[in-house]
């Protein structure tokens, strides 16, 4: 219904995947006003881009929407306070094992290597998929990856630490770092 520049299509879209959208964007700015902007944001993204645009999965399009404005305005955030915060860490985690993508030549290579992260992940197994995913993709906090998974703190800094590590060795016999 998009494709016919049809309102009520983005109402549906907002119902059906508005949750996750904002709680993507809670858990990278922490704040539910901002996390409802990023929807919003996302959503006029969607409406001025669809048609042409045509995602072959609508709800991941959204939510990469969804997150992009949220790291934006974070980063907006961040260099007006120069804060820390639970984002910042996880960002932080890994930096070592990415390379910045400040030029159009590493964009390339930037593809390429998360499609490598992609087949990497795809290996995993699934509560390490998920536990993965959920500190890097949806920047959740330690302590409610803890909860969810049933893990200890301690035990979930553990197993990130040596994904971490699994990836970089894989990312290195790739031949990609």
């Known amino acids: 219904m998009l494709n016919n520049r049809d309102e009520q299509a983005l109402e549906e879209s907002a119902q059906m995947y508005g949750a996750l959208c904002r709680s993507v964007a809670r858990n990278i700015l922490g704040s539910d006003e901002d996390a409802e902007e990023c929807l919003n944001d996302a959503l006029l993204t969607v409406w001025n881009a669809i048609p042409p645009a045509k995602p072959s999965n609508f709800s991941a399009y959204l939510l990469k ?30 930096t070592e094992i990415f390379p ?35 500190r890097y993709w949806q920047s959740a906090a330690i302590a409610e990856l803890s909860a969810r998974f049933d893990m200890s703190e301690s035990n979930v800094k553990v197993t990130l630490a040596r994904i971490r590590k699994r990836l970089q060795k894989y990312l290195r016999e790739e031949g990609l770092l």
Request: proline fraction near 2%; include cysteine.
């Open 65 to 94: 929407l969804v997150r992009n404005a949220a790291f934006d305005r974070y980063k907006a955030r961040r260099r007006e306070k120069r804060g820390g915060g639970q984002t910042a860490q996880a960002l932080d985690e890994l």
């Open 100 to 134: 910045s993508s400040e030029n159009v030549e590493q964009e390339l290579e930037q593809r390429e290597l998360m499609q490598a992260v992609t087949g990497f992940l795809q290996s995993l197994p699934e509560k390490q998929r998920s536990l993965f995913i959920c």
